[in-house]
């Protein structure tokens, strides 16, 4: 189940609350009790990680490095340099 953040806006109390993908958007704040709460947009917590995966994130270059350690064997070419 994802954690979600909400602020209120009359208070500006700010929480995170487990809820499922289905559920309602939660409206009333739990301090003051104001319908004013709004979802606030995060970075998700996690990092895939396993065979197949591979961390491209914010990386310079063509070469990929597979996260699950396969023993240095990854499906893009090796760049060569050529000084």
């Excluded at 602020?7 to 004013?36: G, I, W, Y």
């Excluded at 396993?50 to 270059?61: H, L």
């Excluded at 070469?63 to 050529?82: C, Q």
């Amino acid at each position: 189940m994802p954690i979600y953040e909400y602020a209120c806006r009359a208070c500006e109390h700010e929480f995170e609350s487990l809820q499922k993908m289905n559920d309602p958007v939660l409206t009333d704040c739990p301090e003051c009790k104001a319908a004013e709460l709004v979802k606030k947009i995060s970075a998700a917590g996690f990092r895939l990680k396993g065979g197949g995966w591979y961390e491209t994130d914010f990386k310079s270059g063509g070469k990929k490095k597979n996260l699950a350690g396969d023993g240095g064997a990854s499906s893009a070419p090796a760049a060569s340099s050529s000084d």
